[in-house]
């Protein structure tokens, strides 16, 4: 079955950097887009960045764009999320989630993980 | 950025009830809208895509409808373990963004 878990998060001060990875195993992790989703303590979803199945495509929100970098070994079947510059503003709970289709990007999220939270204070 | 609206915020459903959950979006997505349920502790879990396509196993007391601007989550029935927080989410454009969430909370 599909699995992705994600590790890496911990409390960081403001300005430093932190790298999230998300282990995917249970399906054919370089045929499918994979994103990085956050929610802020007790608030919504923000989606943060996609990676396309190739690598060749990446978005991200305005709010991290400059500072969070994603990118994928797939080889390792694995997901990786780069903070650097990081603020209050991005604590929050980080979701990898997997595309629900294959060979494209840019549809609805069909399997996540259980999060790893990441606080920002000094 | 397309934002997206839902309503009510939180809604009192007795068990066995219908619950009828809102979203808006502020420009047209077509059909691009996909509602996902979260409970606490947990992650979301995708309930419909398409809006009106019921994802893997979800059971058919979930129906959503709407197109363009306007779309609505229907569970015809609560069950207990249903009591949960829903979010819709567009996805016909970058950013994706997702609406704020409506509590469906026990009555």
């Known amino acids: 079955q599909v699995q992705l878990v994600e590790s890496g998060g911990g409390v960081v001060q403001p300005g430093r950097s932190l790298r999230l990875s998300c282990a995917a195993s249970?399906?054919?992790?370089?045929?499918?887009?994979m994103y990085w989703v956050r929610q802020a303590p007790g608030k919504g979803l923000e989606w943060v960045t996609v990676i396309s199945y190739d690598g060749s495509v990446k978005y991200y929100a305005g709010s991290v764009k400059g500072r969070f970098t994603i990118s994928r070994d797939d080889a390792k079947n694995t997901l990786y999320l780069q903070m650097n510059s990081l603020r209050g503003e991005d604590t929050a709970i980080y979701y990898c989630?997997?595309?629900?289709?294959?060979?494209?990007?840019?549809?609805?999220?069909?399997?996540w993980g259980q999060g790893t939270l990441v606080t920002v204070s000094s | 950025e397309i934002v997206m609206t839902q309503s009510p915020v939180t809604l009192s459903v007795s068990p066995g009830e219908r619950a009828t959950l809102s979203c808006r979006a502020s420009q047209s997505v077509g059909t691009n809208l996909a509602w996902y349920q979260q409970k606490p502790g947990q992650a979301p879990r995708l309930l419909i895509y398409g809006a009106s396509t019921r994802a893997t196993g979800i059971p058919a007391r979930f129906s959503g409808s709407g197109s363009g601007t306007e779309f609505t989550l229907t569970i015809s029935s609560l069950q207990s373990e249903e009591f949960a927080v829903y979010f819709c989410q567009h996805y016909n454009d970058w950013p994706l963004t997702f609406g704020g969430g409506t509590k469906v909370e026990i009555k």
């Open positions: 249970g399906f054919t992790f370089s045929s499918y887009a």
């Open positions: 989630a997997r595309d629900q289709r294959q060979h494209s990007y840019g549809y609805p999220l069909e399997y």
